[in-house]
């Protein structure tokens, strides 16, 4: 059975201060890792896809990297609105298989 | 692109009670999913529609949970009976075209049984 593990399961971060998010996973064929941002309240918003091992993907402070056990999720000088839980999943055939998240604080 | 629409928000319901959750996917998406979240977890797989078919059903949906794609447009979600544990937050989202294109989430539904 797929398994994905996030860690930290909670960060706090000065605004300004970088830091990474790990993402592992055991899954039998991976199709695509996926990263979602999720706000309080609301549905998980897409991120990135990554399909093999060594892709790069950017979005404003955002990079994700993929190798082939674990995916990490850089955030560099990371302000306030960056604050949400972080999720990541694996795809298998058609379904997505998530971690618990990261729960991502920002202070002023 | 308006985004997946799910209606209710919120739901609040005696246990024993039936519900029923709709969501409208982003138009010409042909597949469709159901996701349910608790706190603090990431969201678990229920159920998967490829146009009106359904594909798959999670061994978490009892039979107590029936869904449907009439024509292969919006979906319902039901679930009969409620019990404690299926307070959660119920998740729809829907993608075009190969199995792993992105799914895109709608706002979910919030069911919370007295």
């Known amino acids: 059975e797929d398994q994905v593990t996030q860690s930290p399961e909670a960060l706090r971060l000065q605004e300004g201060e970088s830091s990474s998010l790990n993402c592992s996973y055991t899954v039998s064929g991976l199709r695509g890792l996926f990263w979602y941002r999720q706000d309080p309240g609301k549905g998980p918003e897409f991120l990135f896809t990554l399909y093999s091992a060594g892709e790069e993907k950017e979005k404003e402070r955002l990079k994700a990297t993929l190798t082939k056990k674990e995916s990490f999720l850089h955030i560099t000088a990371p302000k306030p609105e960056d604050s949400a839980t972080y999720l990541c999943a694996v795809l298998n055939d058609y379904k997505l298989s998530f971690g618990a998240g990261t729960t991502v604080t920002v202070r002023a | 692109d308006t985004g997946v629409s799910q209606d209710p928000r919120h739901k609040i319901t005696k246990r024993g009670q039936n519900v029923t959750f709709r969501c409208d996917p982003i138009s010409e998406h042909n597949r469709l999913y159901w996701y349910r979240q608790t706190l603090g977890q990431g969201p678990e797989f229920l159920t998967y529609f490829q146009n009106e078919a359904q594909l798959e059903k999670s061994r978490l949906l009892s039979d107590r949970f029936s869904a449907e794609r009439p024509k292969g447009s919006f979906s319902t979600l039901e679930i009969q009976r409620t019990e404690q544990g299926d307070s959660a937050m119920y998740l729809c989202?829907?993608?075009?075209?190969?199995?792993?294109?992105?799914?895109?989430f709608g706002d979910g539904t919030r069911l919370s049984i007295l």
């Open positions: 989202a829907s993608s075009y075209g190969g199995p792993n294109q992105p799914q895109h």
